[in-house]
T-cell receptor, first 112, second 115 residues
Framework: QQPVQSPQAVILREGEDAVINCSSS?????VHWYRQKHGEAPVFLMI?????EQKGHDKISASFNEKKQQSSLYLTASQLSYSGTYFC?????????????FGQGTELSVKP | DTAVSQTPKYLVTQMGNDKSIKCEQN?????MYWYKQDSKKFLKIMFS???????INETVPNRFSPKSPDKAHLNLHINSLELGDSAVYFC??????????????FGPGTRLTVL
């Protein structure tokens, strides 16, 4: 079942913060976050596996709620390079051969 | 020293033709995937192979046939191309067979346009 991302699109000024949510109606095994710039491949950001987990590097972090049905991606003090489409990819179980079901994407534009 | 590479990058062809896309990874990974991304950017898994064995086959028309000659290569052959096949096709790879807790690395994509 496809996860739902919100918002669909967001426009920021440099230095502003944003939150992107990824929700599922069922508990998930893992959530994978990717960023894709126009005309390029999706680039891996991070994986969350445990309920209540929080991860981050630089100014991008993510959380996975206790019920493992929602993940949020936090972008703080946004930079122009953060522009792109963000996808969450979800796995329902450990042993599904790597099958990820992706959300519809959130388009993020950072303006000077 | 590209990790996951695909050829060609662009493919323009007529309806009814047969075409192939090639993928190679030099990461030493065991599992490779094909994804299709449509014009609305919806990214959907098509197939995965683990060490040359088909693991995932997601209700894809049988005009699409993946082939893995070895674990570093996964090709996609498409017969009788249709307009609806126009999309960007991404190859990806991950280290272990489950992939559910493992990073998938994507290739640069092949933009297929069927006229």
């Amino acid at each position: 079942q496809q996860p739902v991302q919100s918002p669909q699109a967001v426009i920021l000024r440099e230095g502003e913060d944003a939150v992107i949510n990824c929700s599922s109606s069922k508990a998930l095994y893992s959530v994978h976050w990717y960023r894709q710039k126009h005309g390029e491949a999706p680039v891996f950001l991070m994986i969350l596996l445990k309920g209540g987990e929080q991860k981050g590097h630089d100014k991008i972090s993510a959380s996975f709620n206790e019920k493992k049905q929602q993940s949020s991606l936090y972008l703080t003090a946004s930079q122009l390079s953060y522009s792109g489409t963000y996808f969450c990819g979800t796995a329902q179980a450990y042993n599904q051969g790597g099958k990820l079901i992706f959300g519809q994407g959130t388009e993020l534009s950072v303006k000077p | 020293d590209t990790a996951v590479s695909q050829t060609p990058k662009y493919l323009v062809t007529q309806m009814g033709n047969d075409k192939s896309i090639k993928c190679e990874q030099n990461l030493g990974h065991d599992t490779m995937y094909w994804y299709k991304q449509d014009s609305k950017k919806f990214l959907k898994i098509m197939f995965s192979y683990n060490n040359k064995e088909l693991i995932i086959n997601e209700t894809v028309p049988n005009r699409f046939s993946p082939k893995s000659p070895d674990k570093a290569h996964l090709n996609l052959h498409i017969n009788s191309l249709e307009l609806g096949d126009s999309a960007v096709y991404f190859c990806a790879s991950s280290q272990v067979s489950s992939g559910s807790s493992d990073t998938q690395y994507f290739g640069p994509g092949t933009r297929l346009t069927v006229l």
